[in-house]
């Protein structure tokens, strides 16, 4: 089994918009180390675009994941240090798994998506895993 995630900063506009872009620059640097200090070796991390991350989980059991994605959270839970101030950052995680070749990368990157956008509507600073639920309009 695989496990792909995109990891979101939550309201990092706000943070750009406060300090600066350099300083957005600097939240996302120090994102994507703690990410890469939270993974496995074997593990990917990948920044996207904007604030977003993806981590792809090779050769996983969903305990192992699920004490990934905590410790991902957590991670990134620290205040990062801008201006001689601590600023609190949080982050939402969709999260989509599937056996090796069950799924292509775009059914990967859309079900983890929207297990992102569910997270984020259920209040942020969260992960939620795609069920097939969530691909049904209303849901």
């Not at 999260?95 to 990157?109: H, K, N, Q, R, V």
Request: charged share 25%.
């Amino acid at each position: 089994m695989l496990a792909f995630l995109i990891v979101d900063l939550d309201r990092f506009k706000d943070i750009n918009d406060s300090f600066g872009n350099l300083a957005g620059d600097e939240v996302l640097r120090v994102a994507a180390n703690r990410l890469l200090q939270a993974v496995r070796i074997s593990d990917t991390v990948a920044r996207i675009g904007g604030d977003e991350f993806v981590v792809l989980l090779p050769d996983f059991d969903v305990k192992a994941a699920g004490t990934i994605v905590q410790k991902l959270v957590a991670a990134l839970a620290v205040p990062i240090p801008i201006e001689q101030r601590l600023v609190p950052v949080t982050v939402s995680v969709g999260i989509c798994t599937s056996f090796a070749g069950d799924l292509d990368p775009d059914e990967l990157m859309r079900n983890a998506d929207t297990a992102l956008y569910i997270a984020k509507e259920r209040g942020r600073n969260r992960f939620e895993i795609f069920t097939s639920e969530m691909a049904q309009p209303g849901k």
